[in-house]
């Protein structure tokens, strides 16, 4: 991916901190502290090193995935196949739906919000969708038991989608749709 680099440069800097930290405490703590203490001072620098760790290596992945989410279509459009699933699954989430990846019997996610269940098949396409996405996850839908069917694409779909989507009640989220979700974000 291509924000990798930002978390793992706050990962260096947080542990390089840790590790100055540590050797800085080593050599100013028995300066203050009488020698029967250092087992308490050490316990308590263990600790806190590794709550430091910890909050800066969780923040490093907030932070990935905040740069993440803020791409563009144009960065969608250069994404593998499993990149934009992991992109529409983190998506989601942030529109506040709790998502669990399944990518079988014609769906890839199953998402649920306010009591609902919607079965959910990522199509990342050069080309426009056709009808087999949409057939798919409609299957999907009652295999699920979900409440509703999504085809979401980074493309467009094909009029016999589009007219097979509208007769089974399977929602079609295209390209224009999919921008107008990131802008939310």
């Given at each position: 991916?291509?924000?990798?680099?930002?978390?793992?440069?706050?990962?260096?800097?947080?542990?390089?901190?840790?590790?100055?930290?540590?050797?800085?405490?080593?050599?100013?703590?028995?300066?203050?502290?009488?020698?029967?203490?250092?087992?308490?001072?050490?316990?308590?620098?263990?600790?806190?090193?590794?709550?430091?760790?910890?909050?800066?290596?969780?923040?490093?992945?907030?932070?990935?995935?905040?740069?993440?989410?803020?791409?563009?279509?144009?960065?969608?459009?250069?994404?593998?196949?499993?990149e934009f699933k992991?992109?529409?699954?983190?998506?989601?989430?942030?529109?506040?739906?709790?998502?669990?990846?399944?990518?079988?019997?014609?769906?890839?996610?199953?998402?649920?919000?306010?009591?609902?269940?919607?079965?959910?098949?990522?199509?990342?396409?050069?080309?426009?969708?056709?009808?087999t996405s949409v057939?798919?996850?409609?299957?999907?839908?009652?295999?699920?038991?979900?409440?509703?069917?999504?085809?979401?694409?980074?493309?467009?779909?094909?009029?016999?989608?589009?007219?097979?989507?509208?007769?089974?009640?399977?929602?079609?989220?295209?390209?224009?749709?999919?921008?107008?979700?990131?802008?939310?974000?």
């Amino acid at each position: 991916m291509k924000y990798k680099n930002e978390a793992d440069t706050l990962f260096d800097k947080t542990l390089l901190g840790l590790m100055g930290f540590l050797i800085v405490s080593h050599f100013v703590l028995p300066l203050v502290i009488q020698p029967r203490d250092d087992f308490f001072i050490i316990i308590v620098i263990i600790i806190i090193s590794v709550a430091v760790y910890v909050y800066f290596r969780s923040d490093g992945q907030n932070v990935k995935k905040r740069k993440f989410l803020q791409s563009d279509i144009k960065e969608i459009d250069t994404m593998q196949k499993v990149e934009f699933k992991l992109y529409v699954e983190e998506l989601f989430k942030n529109m506040g739906y709790k998502v669990n990846l399944i990518g079988d019997y014609g769906a890839d996610l199953l998402l649920k919000k306010d009591g609902k269940s919607i079965a959910v098949q990522v199509k990342k396409y050069s080309k426009t969708v056709g009808v087999t996405s949409v057939q798919q996850v409609f299957s999907a839908k009652t295999y699920y038991k979900a409440n509703e069917a999504w085809v979401v694409t980074n493309n467009t779909f094909t009029k016999n989608a589009c007219d097979l989507a509208k007769k089974s009640g399977v929602k079609l989220v295209d390209r224009g749709q999919l921008i107008h979700f990131m802008s939310k974000i």
